[in-house]
């Protein structure tokens, strides 16, 4: 028996006006139109799976939230609460979107492929930085991996000097870090995932606010073999949890926490594509 208490964690989608100009093959793009609203993605839809990832009986009309902002253009709120218990995982609480394209074997995961996203703070829903958050994350199709996450907050099993800060990290087998910087307030983080699955290698691009993205690493050899699903959202971990974390460890009641998300798209990158526009919404 499970007993739900109800909290609200938010993930926002800001409509990016600022990557329009890009010209690189795409192979998936989540920068939704301004006339969709939320229950729109309860149906299937060229943008992110109807299906994953929310909590039991939960709908994303229930979940997203549609806020004007300057510029005409709109943010996606994503808006789980404390019945965002996704299988059974009484450990996590999650609220994810999943690329409607993206189906574990699809030819996101092949080739060489970049991914973008943009976050922010939502300063009207602050994280609990005691807890680890997962942002933006690959998880194997077979669900043994993540082959890089974007984490924030105090990642478990290690001493986080600032917990405000976003950490890439690669695959979780293997725990390296490849990119840090300071989760500053008010402003939009751009990072781009130059991900080579022949070569199995990761080169971070990153900017802030209108920047031009720019290189922050070589490009790293990480394993990225396993294909799977590119996620977008919150996945807040618990504290104090034992074992299988899924399943157990402290998740406090009553939260309004939440992220603000823009920009997520992935081009093709085999010929060298890569669109380095940062904000210019
Ligand atoms: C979560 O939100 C949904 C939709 O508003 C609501 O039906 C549900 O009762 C909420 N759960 C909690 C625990 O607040
Ligand atoms: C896209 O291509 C057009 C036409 O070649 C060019 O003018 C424009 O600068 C390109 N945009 C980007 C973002 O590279
Ligand atoms: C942050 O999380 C911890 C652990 O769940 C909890 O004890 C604490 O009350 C939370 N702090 C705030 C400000 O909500």
Same mark, same amino acid.
């Given at each position: 028996?499970? !007993?739900?208490?109800?909290?609200?964690?938010?993930?926002?989608? @800001?409509?990016?006006?600022?990557?329009?100009? =890009?010209?690189? $093959? *795409?192979?998936?793009?989540?920068?939704?139109?301004?006339? *969709?609203?939320?229950?729109?993605?309860?149906?299937?839809?060229?943008?992110?799976?109807?299906?994953?990832? @929310?909590? =039991?009986?939960?709908?994303?009309?229930?979940?997203?939230?549609?806020? %004007?902002?300057?510029?005409?253009?709109?943010?996606?709120?994503? !808006?789980?609460?404390?019945?965002?218990? &996704?299988?059974?995982?009484? /450990? &996590?609480?999650?609220?994810? *979107?999943? %690329?409607?394209? #993206?189906?574990? +074997?699809?030819?996101?995961?092949?080739?060489?492929?970049?991914?973008?996203?943009?976050?922010?703070?939502?300063?009207?829903? %602050?994280? #609990?930085?005691?807890?680890?958050?997962?942002?933006?994350?690959?998880?194997?199709?077979?669900?043994? +991996?993540? =082959?890089?996450?974007?984490?924030?907050?105090?990642?478990?099993?290690?001493?986080?000097?600032?917990?405000?800060?976003?950490?890439? &990290?690669?695959?979780?087998?293997?725990?390296?870090?490849?990119?840090? $910087?300071?989760?500053?307030?008010?402003?939009?983080?751009?990072?781009?995932?130059?991900?080579?699955?022949?070569?199995?290698?990761? =080169?971070?691009? &990153?900017?802030?606010?209108?920047?031009?993205?720019?290189?922050?690493?070589?490009?790293?050899? #990480?394993?990225?073999?396993?294909?799977?699903?590119?996620?977008?959202?919150?996945?807040?971990? %618990?504290?104090?949890?034992?074992?299988?974390?899924?399943?157990?460890?402290?998740?406090?009641?009553?939260?309004?926490? /939440?992220?603000?998300?823009?920009?997520?798209?992935?081009?093709?990158?085999?010929?060298?594509?890569?669109?380095?526009?940062?904000?210019?919404?």
């Amino acid at each position: 028996m499970v !007993h739900l208490q109800y909290y609200s964690v938010a993930v926002s989608l @800001l409509l990016p006006s600022w990557v329009a100009a =890009q010209n690189c $093959t *795409l192979q998936f793009d989540g920068r939704v139109p301004s006339d *969709l609203v939320a229950a729109d993605f309860d149906s299937p839809n060229k943008f992110f799976s109807e299906k994953f990832v @929310l909590g =039991q009986g939960l709908k994303f009309d229930q979940a997203l939230r549609v806020l %004007p902002v300057a510029g005409g253009s709109l943010v996606r709120s994503a !808006h789980p609460n404390d019945s965002s218990i &996704f299988n059974s995982q009484v /450990g &996590f609480r999650r609220a994810e *979107l999943i %690329p409607a394209s #993206n189906d574990g +074997t699809d030819p996101s995961t092949q080739g060489v492929k970049t991914l973008h996203f943009s976050v922010k703070k939502d300063a009207a829903r %602050p994280l #609990n930085l005691s807890h680890e958050y997962q942002l933006v994350f690959l998880e194997s199709n077979d669900f043994s +991996t993540n =082959q890089f996450v974007l984490k924030t907050g105090t990642i478990l099993g290690q001493n986080t000097a600032d917990p405000d800060t976003l950490q890439v &990290f690669g695959n979780v087998n293997q725990g390296q870090l490849l990119f840090s $910087t300071p989760f500053v307030d008010g402003v939009f983080h751009n990072f781009a995932l130059k991900l080579d699955f022949d070569q199995s290698t990761t =080169q971070v691009f &990153f900017s802030a606010g209108e920047d031009p993205l720019k290189a922050v690493t070589d490009v790293l050899k #990480n394993d990225l073999s396993g294909q799977g699903q590119f996620h977008f959202g919150v996945l807040k971990k %618990p504290v104090g949890g034992q074992g299988d974390i899924t399943k157990n460890g402290f998740q406090e009641a009553g939260i309004n926490e /939440g992220i603000i998300f823009g920009g997520i798209f992935e081009e093709d990158s085999a010929d060298g594509c890569i669109t380095l526009a940062g904000q210019k919404a």
